[in-house]
């Protein structure tokens, strides 16, 4: 049984560090249990041109570990392992790996989501040389380029219009003649003149390995199975994200897609004490920069409860 903390924070990336450097500042010891993949989506990113404070662009791995080493230098404790079961039925809460229990008076949720990949070895290859799933983050490496998007949703059409801006031609790639996304999307992407589609198709291979970058895509048509080659500079793979919610879906409340509820104007989960950070509750902004000041947020409103639990009554600090 280890003693009893003041906050844990799971999750190591923008969302989490941001909180660790926060409490530890408050002098909250915190301890982060940071997951054996530490750094988030940050980790499959090359370089990072739009964090403020970063005039040069810095590649994303470095940037984490920026975060990382400045939460450490005021105290924050980490655990490079997974969380596998979590209780909050009582504070103070408990936050399990393996058998191994961890004790706090709050909690962090900082687990972020995970952009959905099209599952080639190929498509992994090719991660930050090419192949992106962020226009916002990615678009302006690929000006006066030819790149494709591969999705048929909002989120596709959204990130082909955005991609417009920057690129001579963009290419939407999609496994059918029908949209998932709304008409008013679709007809925006249709009527932009930079814009083509090939529909009924799928992404078979990206190619570009032996060159270190992408220089194209296999397309299969999904009626006849044939194939031909289109050449690229950049695949943006638009097929939607998933928040790594499943540890807290019977504890906490969240939407039809997993992404956790919070109070509006704060990180405030159904559960008193315990609160979430960064992408895992948020599926509109997704940069890292919003997950910073998501996790900042999560710091101040746990320090705040805290504060406000040493003048109640026991029996009032553990109901949720």
């Given at each position: 049984m280890n003693d009893v903390r003041d906050v844990i924070i799971i999750g190591g990336g923008p969302a989490g560090y941001a909180a660790a450097l926060y409490t530890a500042r408050a002098n909250l010891r915190p301890l982060v249990i940071e997951g054996f993949n530490w750094g988030g989506q940050l980790m499959i990113t090359s370089d990072?041109?739009?964090?403020?404070?970063?005039?040069?662009?810095?590649l994303g791995p470095a940037m984490m570990a920026d975060f990382r080493r400045?939460?450490?230098?005021?105290g924050a404790e980490f655990v490079t392992d997974d969380v596998t079961r979590v209780d909050f039925a009582e504070r103070p809460f408990r936050v399990y790996i393996g058998d191994e229990e961890h004790r706090a008076d709050a909690v962090i949720v900082a687990t972020g989501a995970?952009?959905?990949q099209i599952g080639l070895p190929s498509e992994q290859v090719l991660q930050g040389r090419g192949v992106s799933y962020c226009a916002t983050c990615d678009g302006a490496f690929f000006r006066d380029k030819t790149v494709v998007v591969v999705g048929g949703?909002?989120?596709?059409?959204e990130?082909?219009?955005?991609?417009?801006?920057?690129?001579?031609?963009?290419?939407?790639?999609?496994?059918?003649?029908?949209?998932?996304?709304?008409?008013?999307?679709?007809?925006r992407a249709r009527g932009n003149e930079k814009i083509e589609f090939v529909l009924n198709a799928v992404v078979e291979e990206v190619l570009g390995e032996a060159e270190g970058h992408v220089t194209g895509v296999r397309i299969q048509d999904t009626?006849?199975?044939?194939?031909?080659?289109?050449?690229?500079?950049?695949?943006?793979?638009?097929?939607?994200?998933?928040p790594t919610t499943a540890l807290f879906l019977d504890w906490l409340d969240h939407d039809e897609q997993g992404y956790l509820v919070t109070e509006a104007g704060s990180t405030r989960t159904n559960i008193t004490g315990v609160f979430a950070a960064g992408d895992v509750q948020d599926h509109t902004y997704r940069q890292a920069v919003t997950a910073a000041g998501s996790g900042t947020m999560a710091a101040l409103d746990a320090q705040?409860?805290?504060?406000?639990?040493?003048?109640l009554p026991e029996v009032a600090a553990t109901s949720a």
């Open positions: 990072v041109e739009n964090y403020p404070g970063y005039a040069d662009g810095i400045q939460a450490e230098r005021f995970s952009a959905r949703g909002d989120s596709a059409m990130e082909a219009t955005f991609l417009s801006r920057f690129a001579n031609k963009v290419v939407i790639v999609h496994r059918r003649t029908e949209f998932r996304a709304s008409p008013i999307m679709v007809d009626a006849t199975g044939e194939t031909h080659v289109l050449d690229a500079d950049g695949v943006f793979v638009a097929i939607g994200h998933d705040r409860f805290l504060e406000e639990q040493q003048h």
